[in-house]
């Protein structure tokens, strides 16, 4: 089949990926002038366990499953990874509830590699960390999320894909048997396709509503969620990722490292209605108050405002997290379209994973 994929972030990059390799021939449009220009280049670079997410969830099946398959991807093609490891912490006996309750999830959802630990045990690992108690999970690393990438589009090329830059799609409308795709930018024109993945990150929603028929009741609301991050001015003291317990739309201000062994901090939930990518350094009041609960050493003045990535969310503040909505045509009744909606975390860990049943569902 002749499928479009809309969007090169590292979702859009590994459906085409996987498309080209399944014998697809794959175009990607992307409005901007290179991959990686939207959220997949504004994240923390984890792979994730999957032990949080609810069971049977979207996030929690793919997380576990793409998780394997990213370490595997990478292995392969030599991208740049580290299993060094994650601590989620509990600096008192409610927070020792809520990671008891993070491990009974992790053991639902199939995540191996989890040992509950006591303060001191954790402190063994992690000299400077004050807690009474934390889950270790061996299984969370850090990948070189733009090397993951360069591989991807790589791999499509090589199976005869290609990236059109600089053009963003403008309408879609479907006139059996083909999608017929409307492009803007310096070459804009109409090209017909068999089938059509929008991956459009935050773009996703502005896309499906400019689907002709496509049921306005399908389309969910986008909720921006801001991720702020502050980097660490000073020699890093951890060499694990840690965790506080979950906040409302994230999973708390924690230590974050690249493979340079560089630590920084982030992010926190800032609900905002516009897109904007501006760091307020008063936002570091809070990062000192709750990073220093679990490690209290924490020098004055050693936060600075670094960047920051916005969640494309699907619920709001105090809501129950939505899950990943992947709305293929059973669920809008269009054939061979499928919209990812909601693709924030853990998308990059679970992309190789989303990728595949995407690719499934277009036959
Ligand atoms: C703060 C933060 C931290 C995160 N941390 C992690 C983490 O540690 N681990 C993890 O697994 N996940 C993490 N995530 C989630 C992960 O980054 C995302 O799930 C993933 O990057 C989403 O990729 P995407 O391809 O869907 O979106 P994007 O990367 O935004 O790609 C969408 C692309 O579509 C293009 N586009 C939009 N509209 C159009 C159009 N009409 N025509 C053509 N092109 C269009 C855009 O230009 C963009 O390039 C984090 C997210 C955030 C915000």
Known sequence: MQVLVVGAGVIGLAIARTAALAGHDVTVAEMTGGIANGVSSRNSEVVHGGLYYPTNSLRAYHCVRGRRMLYEFCAAHGVGFRKCGKLIVATNENELAKVETIQKQGEINGVEGMDMLGGNAARALEGELSCIGALLSAETGIVDSHGYMTALWGELEDH?????FET?????SYRAPHWRVQFGGNEPGTIEFDAVVNAAGLGAQALARRVEGYPADK???LVLAKGNYFSFAGRPVFSRLVYPTPVDGGLGVHVTLDLAGRMRFGPDVEWITQETYTVDPRRAD?????IRTYWPSLPDHSLVPDYCGIRPKLTGPGEPAADFLIAGPAAHGMPRLVNLFGIESPGLTSSLSIADDVTKLLN
């Open 160 to 164: 005869g894909g290609m990236i059109a």
């Open 168 to 172: 963003p799609v403008e309408r879609i």
């Open 219 to 221: 389309v969910p609301r």
């Open 286 to 290: 809070s990062f000192y108050a709750r």
